[in-house]
Nanobody, 116 residues
Framework: QVQLVESGGGLVQPGGSLRLSCAASGFSFSSYAMSWYRQVPGKGRAMVARISSNGFSTNYADSVKGRFTISRDNAKNLVYLQMTRLKAEDTAVYYC?????????WGQGTQVTVSS
């Protein structure tokens, strides 16, 4: 079965950096685009970044362009989100996502808190 396990969240000061990781299993990882979403209390999940199956194409939410970078390692079944110049409004639970077989699969999420 599809499993997505996020890690790397935590507390960071404004202007700081974090790298999130997502370990994927249970499907042919290199055949699927992968995405990162985030969610704050009381709001729905919003896409942050997406990467194509071969890693050659990426898309970002306007709010994170130039600050966040999504990447993947198809040999290790890992997808990353490098976050720099973090702001308080980046505080959220971050989720790894794959859309496969008309179904969205999600990890358990990792909390990122940006605060001084």
């Amino acid at each position: 079965q599809v499993q997505l396990v996020e890690s790397g969240g935590g507390l960071v000061q404004p202007g700081g950096s974090l790298r999130l990781s997502c370990a994927a299993s249970g499907f042919s990882f290199s055949s699927y685009a992968m995405s990162w979403y985030r969610q704050v209390p009381g709001k729905g999940r919003a896409m942050v970044a997406r990467i194509s199956s071969n890693g050659f194409s990426t898309n970002y939410a306007d709010s994170v362009k130039g600050r966040f970078t999504i990447s993947r390692d198809n040999a290790k079944n890992l997808v990353y989100l490098q976050m720099t110049r973090l702001k308080a409004e980046d505080t959220a639970v971050y989720y790894c996502n794959v859309y496969r077989g008309s179904t969205d699969y999600w990890g358990q999420g990792t909390q990122v808190t940006v605060s001084s």
